[in-house]
DNA sequence: GCCAACGTTGGC
DNA sequence: GCCAACGTTGGC
């Protein structure tokens, strides 16, 4: 069992989006980032832990907890014209871009960015790193564990 | 809107 | 394979 914290734009798809969805289950769309593809597609496991991360925001932080709810399947945005992440180079036979769906377990409390990097024992939890940019990224348990506890 | 940091692209 | 230019992310 692995634990991911996965960011995700509220003006796209909020906690609440994803709560009123069918079995609180959303497809992740949109990643378009390979570091974070192979997250999903080659590490992530049904059923392992997720915090819903709010970014691109007024207050950024962890709002949810969520699991991984499928295997990894092709992204059907990539193909669609209409879509801000149509991929023209990706074709079906051989698509590049996969997500899985995650389904939202419980909305919490916003656990803020400024909560997050004011807890000593969060200090080297990857999305707090100078830099970093990914939109998916491994939790380790011990930084699950004390997450869970503030939440 | 700004900017730091990183990723991707494409010429060579 | 290098690297400059450009694009994107995401907090502020």
Redesign the pocket.
Known sequence: MNYWLM?S?PGECSVDDALAAKNSTVPWV?V????ARNFMRDDMKVGDGVLF?????AE?GIVGMAQVATTPYPDATQFDPESPYYDA?SKPAEPRWTLVDVQVIKKTRNLT??EL?ATPALAELL?L???????ITPVTKEHWQVISQLL
């Not at 378009?32 to 570091?35: A, E, I, K, L």
């Open positions: 960011k734009e949109g378009r980032n390979y570091q991360y709010h970014s691109s925001c950024p180079k960015l400024p990097r999305m790193k100078k830099g970093n940019r990914l939109s």
